[in-house]
């Protein structure tokens, strides 16, 4: 008696675990798939979609190559915050953006494992990276300051630590072992 009950246990255990990572393989594919209360609203969807269009525009990665199973957005005086998580076999990234009046005015990614794929191959020149990145953003959202930084920047032509100021902008490079970081 005391063995049935064991082995009908066992047997439903077997069968939870199985659809739990049915359950859990095919949402990942699809949000049609996700239960309607974690289905991203239409907002959440319009402002994914913008902080996926700015991954392709200026960061030059191929977003179609990720699924995207969580879209977070919140609202505040400061603009929306959306926070996006991004995921393929052999990539899982976050990003952190944050939006005033639709346009985005700061990004930060997040590695959680592998590295970005791009569509095109990435260059090894640091430099040369930030400077077309630059160019990129300046066409993604003209603004002034944003001529005046790559102004800053095309006068570089060699990587040091420096920290230069011209107006009311400061350009930092700070070069750490196989790090190099230019604010």
């Known amino acids: 008696m005391m063995g049935d009950r064991k082995s009908t246990f066992i047997l439903l255990l077997v069968i939870c675990l199985l659809l739990v990572s049915l359950l859990v393989s095919t949402s990942s594919a699809s949000e049609s798939y996700l239960p309607k209360s974690l289905q991203p609203t239409g907002q959440e969807l319009m402002w994914r979609d913008r902080a996926l269009d700015f991954l392709r525009s200026v ?14 957005t919140s609202e505040s005086p400061l603009g929306t915050f959306v ?9 899982k990234f976050d990003m ?6 639709t346009k985005i005015i700061w990004c930060k990614l997040y590695t959680v494992e592998g590295s970005p794929v791009y569509l095109n191959t990435a260059s090894s020149d640091v430099l040369n990276t930030a400077k077309d990145t630059m160019n990129r953003i ?6 002034d300051y944003l001529q005046d930084m790559q102004s800053m920047l095309d006068t570089i032509t060699e990587l040091n630590n420096s920290k230069i100021t011209t107006g009311n902008i400061t350009q930092k490079i700070t070069i750490d072992e196989n790090v190099v970081s230019i604010k």
């Open 138 to 143: 300046q066409a993604y959202s003209p603004k």
């Open 59 to 72: 960061f030059m990665i191929d977003t179609s190559k990720y699924t995207v199973p969580r879209v977070i």
């Open 96 to 101: 952190g953006s944050n939006f005033r009046h």
């Open 83 to 91: 926070t996006l998580q991004l995921r393929s076999d052999d990539s």
